[in-house]
């Protein structure tokens, strides 16, 4: 049985590339009808976030990523939170120090510093020099528990061999070996009795049963760390996959300075989840050359964590909007009425009818990407036009428009409320300007300006279909009036 995690540290707002760790840890489980787990890496305090765990799960609930197990949904391999499990992790630094693999250091902060000073003198790269420093070895077994029992400040330190090699393979990456004289000997519990990353991250992956290990690539050094401390417990290793990097369009890694990183941002913007969500699954795995529009559903049948790239991915935000665009373009009427409501609320247009925004939004969508812009794009049809174009009136409006007004205002007095609708608009408007030996389109430009107050828009039919009747009318005689 398939079993993954997430794991963020809530250190801060989600991250898009957070979204993409967990979209394809979600899209792997639902493919192999396994599970994803949510766990909160929450030991260093000293970078705690209020309020980060929260946002990570609205986001996901935003996003249509659900997890089978986590914090906020329960599951039999809890706490999903470290801060709750921190006994375990001292009961397996112990374990650890029993087994040999582990041991105690007693090593102060300052005389860290003095190791690493000299190390960089002698040009050395830095790492925990266990023959000099103070721990169990150089002590020897006696000191060693004289300093215990009078509770000296201690460290648990995993022991790696100073000779060897360690291999490790990645879905991703393929094989790598390390020289183990190369890796340090991680600090495991911390002298205040917390465990490191390292440690509560392998112990839980264990217990929680996680048979694949999907994460960004930043992890990829720790991996033999990780390799040696599975071999230290004895346990048999998941398998990884380490994703590619998030790139700027200047090809460095992502960060703030290029704008939005954080899911709450791309949703406080107006972009639908669907379009985020398939647009961060791209990054760095591409299911077929020739499509790039993909629902959830088929991105679960496709995804295969063998066709991940190596290479570092664009965050490039235009195709985000593009696709933003094509989402808003094909989803359901009923969808899009959820993003919209809230959004006119706030526009401060108040008791709009759902059927009725729907109905504007749909007449519009081809000319907006984001239903964001719809309160704005289209305020002429929540509220009375607000801003003529003048020049367009000054330019357009003949002396003669006027009546040609008037008199289309009069005709569709003539359709009844129940035919209503885009045919008979339109052939009322046709046959008139048959009558006058026009082009419809010369009746057409002023219409929208006595309707919408621009030169350009969506279908003119249609838009007096929506905006019903009365209202139409109102504004056809109220343009004739008052020029
Ligand atoms: N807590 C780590 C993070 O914030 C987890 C890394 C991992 O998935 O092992 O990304």
Known sequence: MVRVRFAPSPTG????????????????????GGQCILRIEDTDQTR?????EQNIIEMFRWAGIEFDEGPHVGGSFGPYRQSERTELYRHHAQVLIERGTAYYAFDTSEEIERMRERQQKAGIAPKYDRTSMRNQFTLGPEETQRLLAEGAEHTIRLFIPLTGETRTTDIVRGESVFANRTIDDQILLKSDGFPTYHLANIVDDHLMGITHVIRAEEWLPSLPKHVMLYDAFGWEKPQFAHLPLLLSRERKKLSKRDGDVSVLDYKDKGYLPEALVNFVALLGWNPTADREIFTMEEMVAMFDLEKVNKAGAIFDVDKLNWMNGMYLRQLPAERLGDELMPLLQQAGFDGVERAY????????????NFVSDLPT???YMFGPVKNFDQEYAEKHWKPETTGQIAEIA???EGVSDADWNTTSIEAVIRAYAEELGASAGKLIHPLRYAITGKRVGAGMFETMEVLGKAESLQRLQAQAAAR
């Open 13 to 32: 707002l989600l991250h898009v590339g957070g979204l993409r760790s967990a979209l394809y840890n979600y899209l792997f489980a639902r493919h192999h």
């Open 48 to 52: 705690y976030v209020e309020g980060a």
């Open 357 to 368: 925004a729907t109905a504007v939004l749909n007449l519009v969508k081809e000319r907006i």
């Open 377 to 379: 794009f289209a305020n």
């Open 410 to 412: 009069n005709r569709l």
